[in-house]
């Protein structure tokens, strides 16, 4: 049964820090690729700020993103999950908790992020390598 820490192990841990401003946030984002961001003061975590924050909560807000500290922006009702976590327990966990992403942690302290794209990428991955062994097998039991 494969679990969380298959998916995160090796992965820097990518984050920002609640007093920097969102525009600072966002051009880490940006250059990252990502479409979420764990937030810390110090290793304590302090939430998540989205695409989703940044459109609700700044740009809909009209807020000044140079100006405005995404401590205030950020969400902060976060669920995490821990590395022992098997894929099922994650995907339940984003589903009840209506996210596409979640802090993992270990021993209580954050290590990584997960996101839905990480569990489906997992997941065809895994069905793909089934696929090719299967397709051996039938190729092999020919001959």
Partial sequence: ??????IVQDRELYYAEEYQTVAAVARKMAELHVGAIIILSGHQLR?????RDLMKRVVLEKLDPE???????????????????????AMEAMQQHNCRHL???????VISFLSMRDLMNYELARKTEELHHMRAYIHGAGS
């Fill in 67 to 89: 100006q405005t500290l995404v401590r205030s922006v950020m969400s902060v009702d976060i669920s995490t999950v821990d590395e022992s976590a098997t894929l099922e327990e």
């Fill in 1 to 6: 049964m494969s679990r969380v820490r298959d």
């Fill in 103 to 109: 802090p993992v942690t270990r021993g209580g302290t």
């Fill in 47 to 51: 939430g998540v700020f989205s695409e």
